[in-house]
């Protein structure tokens, strides 16, 4: 999944893209206003993590934007503002949650889940299509009886492709939801991925349609 982090402060955001990389999700990291508002009109994220004192414009500017032009975004405000008042604006602008600095990181994952949830595939945390099943949370998936642990981007991989069943993504479409900007990307490094999940829970998890992409079978 990929996520628009809006932060100004360097040592905090790159302490958060380094971790939310490490979850295997997509980042793609902003210091202002502006740079969220261009970066959110030509990407389709996931999820934004926004601290309300980025500058040019703030973030409840931003935020006032992303509402105004119905932006379905799901935004997580992340920031040190934590009177009353302020959460209270946050949320009635349309923020989905509000996080008070200093945080823990697997708070900031669990609280990103729930969201990406509701948004999502309803109140299960585990990802499924009956015969795939994966967990967001362990990282853990399964397939007819064999189950095993999944490294960061072959979980991204497999998440992607389980959130939308029955739908062929492309290679472009891949590569979008399981790297960042600047992120290098080998020629082949989908189908490594897909091989290698393949042979950890089998080759029956993705099927390939060929000239096309790649897709999880619809539940039965």
Not at 18 to 39: C, F, M, N, R, S
Not at 88 to 111: N, W
Not at 189 to 194: D, G, Q, R, S
Request: proline content about 4%.
């Amino acid at each position: 999944m990929r996520i628009l982090l809006v932060e100004d402060d360097r040592m905090i955001g790159a302490a958060v893209a380094h971790a939310l990389k490490d979850a295997a999700y997509a980042v793609d990291w902003v210091t202002d206003g502006e740079g969220a508002i261009a970066a959110a009109e030509v990407e389709p994220y996931d999820l934004a993590l926004l601290d309300l004192g980025v500058p040019k414009p703030d973030g409840i500017e931003v935020l006032r934007h992303f509402r105004k032009s119905r932006q379905q975004l799901p935004v997580i405000i992340v920031t040190a503002r934590d009177g009353i008042e302020d959460r209270i604006g946050g949320l009635d602008l349309g923020a989905d949650d509000y996080l008070v600095k200093p945080f823990e990181v697997r708070e900031l994952l669990a609280r990103m889940r729930a969201i990406l949830r509701r948004r999502g595939s309803g109140a299960s945390p585990i990802l499924s299509n009956g015969a795939v099943n994966l967990d967001p949370a362990t990282h853990e998936a399964s397939c007819e009886g064999t189950s095993c642990r999944l490294t960061a981007r072959e979980f991204a991989l497999l998440q992607a492709l389980l959130s939308r069943p029955g739908v062929i993504l492309s290679r472009d479409d891949l590569e979008r939801r399981i790297y960042g900007w600047n992120e290098e990307i080998e020629s082949n490094a989908v189908e490594f991925l897909i091989h290698a999940i393949r042979k950890k829970i089998g080759a029956s998890a993705i099927r390939n349609v060929r000239g096309v992409g790649w897709m999880v079978d619809r539940p039965s």
